[in-house]
């Protein structure tokens, strides 16, 4: 027989980061969808941004570049200032820091995470002369309170100078290695699309190896997708292709990585987006015990040229099957609307609440506003 403290000492040991917001569901809502309470404000950026990095060690969040464009001057302003907040007891964000500023201001770069190591790549900025695409790698160090040492710039720079892009570090048997998927860059008069990935073994003290293009190339060059470490896979979400009405991509590849760093072939997830989707945030939600079942979520974006999303899309991923046919529908949650659409933004997960950071929607409002909604998983 249980003792009577049985569910209590199982909330206890239940860790925070997979606890159900069950108020948050509502009696209409099904049990099958994430049920999200309303989003809430959060301290906002010193300045409105838009194409920022944004990703989370722990508690800690940063965000990093970006740019806003200011129409009444016709300035494109870009940024090289890091942002630091971090998730207190009470799950809300502290008022951001400013930490130290990475080299070169720009947009459409990407940060990740490896150990006390947060690395920055690639980007772009522009003149009214030039477009620049960036091949470096800076990093800076973690220090214990979350608070960053000053950048430097790595010898190893990406062979490919490449924007809107997505960058992930993952471990494996021989070592961490950081991964730079897709993107967008210049080949003479040319925008174009890239359908690679680079990979670069992490060594000690935030160290790169050489750069190396991987042999399998993802279907389809793009922009802007979403790449995420799962289960040990990449999945990479939706982006944006060379022709602008057409090559919006409603597709999720996966790949695994091998113990050595290179990449087996990608595969197409017979689940597709509810829509093409460009511009957008994802964030994969583990749960590795209790009832939640992990899921993928995607925030706003852009479905196609001029039109921006507000919702959120979801997808449970099953236990008990290998990636990619563990990857269920995608669907539009029911409730967890942003008060407007808009893309170019960042998002980031921590204990349960969802983190949406800056942006800019289709009247050309650039955002420094920072929502944050709990949320119950709920049940595939």
């Not at 900025?125 to 477009?131: A, D, E, K, Q, R």
Request: aromatic share 10%; proline share 8%; hydrophobic share 40%.
């Amino acid at each position: 027989m249980k003792p009577l403290y049985a569910p209590l000492l199982a909330a206890l040991i239940l860790p925070a980061a997979f606890a159900q917001h069950s108020d948050c569901r509502q009696s209409w809502m099904p049990p099958d969808a994430p049920a999200f309470c309303p989003f809430e404000p959060e301290p906002s950026l010193p300045e409105a941004r838009t194409y920022h990095a944004v990703t989370n060690a722990g508690k800690n969040v940063y965000v990093a570049g970006g740019y806003q464009f200011t129409a009444s001057t016709g300035v494109v302003t870009y940024y090289n200032s890091v942002l630091l907040s971090r998730v207190g007891a009470n799950g809300r964000l502290g008022v951001w820091s400013v930490e130290p500023a990475f080299a070169t201001p720009r947009a459409g770069t990407a940060l990740a995470q490896a150990g006390n190591c947060l690395f920055l790549g690639g980007g772009s900025s522009s003149t009214p002369t030039s477009l620049n695409y960036y091949d470096d790698v800076q990093f800076a160090r973690i220090q214990a309170n979350g608070r960053l040492s000053a950048w430097s710039t790595s010898p190893a720079r990406l062979k490919t100078p490449r924007s809107n892009h997505s960058l992930l570090a993952m471990s494996g048997d021989q070592g961490t290695f950081l991964y730079a998927v897709a993107g967008v860059t210049q080949i003479g008069p040319d925008t174009v699309h890239l359908d690679n990935v680079e990979v670069a073994k992490i060594g000690n003290d935030c160290a790169l190896g050489p750069w190396q293009i991987a042999n399998f190339h993802i279907k389809g060059g793009r922009s802007s997708p979403q790449a995420l470490a799962v289960r040990k896979h990449i999945v990479t979400i939706g982006g944006w292709g060379d022709l602008d009405l057409h090559d919006v991509y409603d597709d999720v590849q996966v790949t695994a990585p091998r113990p050595d760093g290179t990449l087996a072939p990608w595969q197409t997830s017979p689940a597709r987006l509810t829509s093409g989707l460009y511009g957008h945030a994802s964030v994969f939600v583990p749960s590795p015990q209790g009832p939640q079942a992990p899921m993928l979520l995607t925030v706003g974006g852009q479905p196609g040229t001029g039109a921006y999303a507000n919702w959120i899309n979801y997808n449970y991923v099953q236990r008990n099957e290998s990636l990619p046919d563990a990857l269920g529908r995608w669907r539009i949650a029911p409730t967890g609307k942003l008060p407007n659409g808009r893309a170019g933004l960042g998002a980031v997960e921590v204990d349960g609440r969802l983190f949406v950071i800056g942006g800019n929607d289709a009247a050309g409002v650039y955002y420094r506003d920072v929502l944050s909604a709990r949320f119950d998983a709920g049940r595939p």
